[in-house]
């Protein structure tokens, strides 16, 4: 009887030890950031612009066979934290259509509402009597911006970052 019941208490301190390290565990794993979310859903990840095929690693340089690229630096508005900030550095490129711009890409644009050029996650697509737009927000705001966003506005597509 005696034997048994140091077995059932060596089971019982093992799954307090094992409750114990997964509570720390899982303590220690609060640290790793989660994936970016709005209304507790994740933000779309960005269309591959680049394929595998167009990146060449070389012991002494890098090159990436993009048409029209185009460096970019930014201001520190906060709006794209903690994806870029003002010392990030990307590399942009001019889409062909708006057939390109995917749900989860990064577009750069102008706009009637503040100087300069926005870079923000496209977050919807729609379409009115004006023909296809887009739904524009900075993943570190609550809400979106406040236009539909035509193509004729956007300047570049973000397919980089450097920093």
């Known amino acids: ?38 209304n507790g859903k994740e933000i779309a990840s960005p269309s591959d612009w680049v394929k595998e095929e167009q990146i060449h690693v070389y012991s002494d340089r890098i090159i990436i066979d993009l048409k029209d690229a185009e460096w970019a630096s930014f201001s520190d508005t906060n709006s794209m934290d903690p994806l870029i900030d003002e010392t990030s550095n990307a590399i942009e490129i001019i889409p062909s ?26 977050v919807d697509i729609g379409e009115d009597e004006l023909g296809k737009y887009f739904i524009l927000r900075g993943d570190n705001n609550p809400v979106n911006d406040p236009e539909k966003v035509r193509f004729s506005q956007i300047q570049r597509v973000l397919v980089g970052i450097i920093y």
Do not use: C
């Open 1 to 38: 009887m005696r034997e048994t019941i140091l077995k059932v208490m060596f089971v019982i301190s093992i799954f307090i030890l094992g409750w114990f390290a997964g509570n720390l565990f899982l303590n220690l794993n609060t640290q790793i950031p989660l994936p970016i979310q709005h």
């Open 97 to 122: 259509s708006a057939d390109d711009i995917h749900v989860g890409d990064i577009v750069s644009y102008k706009t009637e509402f503040a100087d300069g050029i926005i870079i923000h996650r496209v």
